[in-house]
């Protein structure tokens, strides 16, 4: 039995390999990452969360051009005036796992389970700017 196991994970593993890497299969940890981005996302003011929120909320277009602002167990749920405004590049530079465009005004940005961290600290900084 464990040798038929063996002979499956095989073949699995060759032909899903070659169809991601033929067809540039988008699979989490396969983003081009420049070294100019990564060091981008180490410099700056890192909070308790353990993310850059002040480059977090600028790669959101600011925090005037948010809507509204929520969470759930992984993601940042926010409306936005502007979506031209928000730059995914910037967010994912900054260790945001994904952005999921829901349409013109909504999306979501995959952050992991410190999102809340993150919100409450965003929340905090949208309030001190907006003050």
């Known amino acids: 039995m ?20 033929r ?9 081009i990452d420049t070294a100019a981005s990564v060091e981008k996302a180490v410099a700056g003011t890192i909070g308790k969360s353990g993310y850059n929120v002040p ?16 969470n759930c167990i992984t993601r940042l749920r926010l409306s936005v005036h502007d979506m031209s405004k928000v730059d995914a590049a910037a967010l994912k530079a900054h260790r945001a796992i994904g952005v999921v465009q829901l ?3 909504n999306l979501q940005v995959v952050i992991g389970p410190q999102v809340q ?3 409450d600290e965003m929340a905090t900084l949208m309030n001190t700017v907006q003050a």
Do not use: C, M
């Open 103 to 105: 349409n013109q005004h």
């Open 117 to 119: 961290s993150v919100k």
């Open 23 to 31: 067809f540039n299969l988008k699979t989490p940890g396969r983003d």
């Open 55 to 70: 480059a977090i909320l600028a790669a959101l277009g600011g925090a005037e051009n948010i809507v509204s602002l929520d």
């Open 2 to 21: 464990p040798v038929v196991a063996a002979i499956w994970f095989a073949v699995y593993y060759a032909i899903f390999r070659f169809a991601i890497t």
